[in-house]
């Protein structure tokens, strides 16, 4: 059984603000620019890269559409998990002292996440786009290790902000 923990819902600055419109317009452009892109796709695209960058799947240009769905289904349902930050794993005891500092954090840390995630699926959509029309057969090398880095540093970041004193 969890302790019990102060329902709160932190004070959005206007970084947070910023950061939540950035993410409905990130996903948004998404949206529209596979809705855009769709007609001048091939019929068979990548949909799969390995760790090196180099297609191993293809399917049909439809699938183009699994990444703004998943990004949408993600963003969503982090925007709807943000409004329960009593609900989350901490690495820290939350007591009613450390509540609105730690759920800031926490809440900060989805908010980044989400917009993290929305621009790396249409990187990874632009990236299958430009691949299936030049007919290039990798990505670079370097977007796995970026992509990778970009989590666990938003990740990173924050929790070492949780834990600290400051």
């Given at each position: 059984?969890?302790p019990?923990?102060?329902?709160?819902q932190?004070?959005?600055?206007?970084?947070d603000?910023?950061?939540?419109?950035a993410?409905?317009?990130?996903?948004s452009?998404?949206w529209c620019?596979?809705?855009?892109?769709?007609?001048n796709?091939p019929?068979v695209?990548?949909?799969?890269?390995g760790?090196?960058?180099k297609?191993?799947?293809?399917?049909?240009?439809?699938?183009?559409?699994?990444?703004?769905?998943?990004a949408s289904?993600?963003?969503?349902?982090?925007?709807?998990?943000?409004r329960?930050?009593?609900?989350?794993?901490?690495?820290v005891e939350?007591?009613?002292?450390n509540?609105v500092r730690?759920?800031?954090i926490a809440?900060r840390?989805?908010?980044?996440?989400?917009?993290?995630?929305v621009?790396?699926f249409?990187?990874?959509?632009?990236?299958t786009?430009?691949?299936?029309?030049?007919?290039?057969p990798?990505?670079?090398e370097?977007?796995?290790?970026?992509?990778m880095?970009?989590?666990?540093g938003i990740?990173?970041?924050?929790?070492?902000?949780?834990?600290?004193?400051?």
């Open positions: 059984m969890k019990y923990r102060p329902k709160l932190p004070t959005l600055t206007p970084t603000k910023a950061a939540e419109i993410g409905w317009v990130t996903l452009l998404f620019y596979i809705l855009l892109s769709y007609k796709l019929e695209i990548p949909t799969h890269f760790a090196g960058g297609a191993d799947a293809f399917g049909d240009k439809t699938s183009i559409f699994g990444l703004p769905v998943i289904v993600l963003y969503v349902g982090l925007t709807v998990l943000n329960f930050p009593h609900l989350y794993n901490f690495a939350i007591t009613p002292e509540a730690q759920y800031t809440t840390m989805i908010r980044w996440l989400k917009l993290g995630v621009i790396l249409a990187v990874i959509a632009y990236s786009i430009a691949v299936a029309n030049t007919k290039s990798q990505l670079s370097w977007f796995f290790p970026i992509t880095a970009i989590i666990f990740v990173g970041y924050f929790l070492t902000k949780s834990i600290s004193k400051a």
